[in-house]
């Protein structure tokens, strides 16, 4: 068994970065989870055909992604409290994505992340990325 | 066509989610997490919060509940093949428990019809069994025209 949570500071300055290899079955796994069953992410034929050149990967997934990072880093799924994101650019099976976090700013129960989500290219997926946690 | 502006503020039936918790496995283990709060009934047992709780994105599960009969609305009529997932926007305000019932109410409260797309706007908010907060979503779609 995992250790006993605990609550971790957080200060300026502090950062994570994590790396996420987006499998080939990623999509259909997160379709079976999340009932988002959209051709789009998990027929690569559907993908062509709409001008995609293939599958592509959940929006949210990525999201999901993201969220899993910040929370496993502070060690507490309840002290995230606000992430915002513009889905930017399309994931596909196949895929290396980093995830980076940085803190910007500490208010008194808020502290601002700075996050970036790119892939394998360093390309932006997701942009305009707001977090915010429960210091 | 574009969507019609006097959407704005149309409301959906209140829709009721329990959160089983071998679902919040499935979905941690779809996004990768091996976080224990969400996978390891003894951790959780022992944790601040008593039991397995979900991921935040699991919003997205209960929310989907609500997106679907908007997306299929016969009065909003979205051109589904042009629609893609914009942006989003999430407020946690209290952990999803397991065994939790959830209590989401979805409006529209944007339309923006714009030279070759629409863009819409749609919040979900949460509460659970005891009346309290849980989380707000705000998915805004593109519908390409």
Known sequence: MKTMDSHKTISVGDSFKVNQEVDKYRAIYYAGASGDFNPIHIDPEFGKMVGLGGAILQGLCTLGFTADAITTWVSDPGRLKKL???FASPVRMGDTLTIEGTVSEVQQSRAKLTVTVKNQDGIEVLTKVQAEIEI | MAIDKKYIGKQWPTMVYEVGKEKVKEFAKAIKSTSPYFIDDEFAAQSKYKTIVAPPTFAVVFGAKLIEPIFFDNELNLNLAMLVHGEQEFE????????????SDAKIVNIENKEKLDVIAIEIMTRNQEKKDVCKGIYTFVVRK
């Open chain 1, 84 to 86: 915002k994101c513009r």
């Open chain 2, 92 to 103: 946690f305000y209290n952990v999803v428990k397991s065994g939790d019932v959830l209590y």
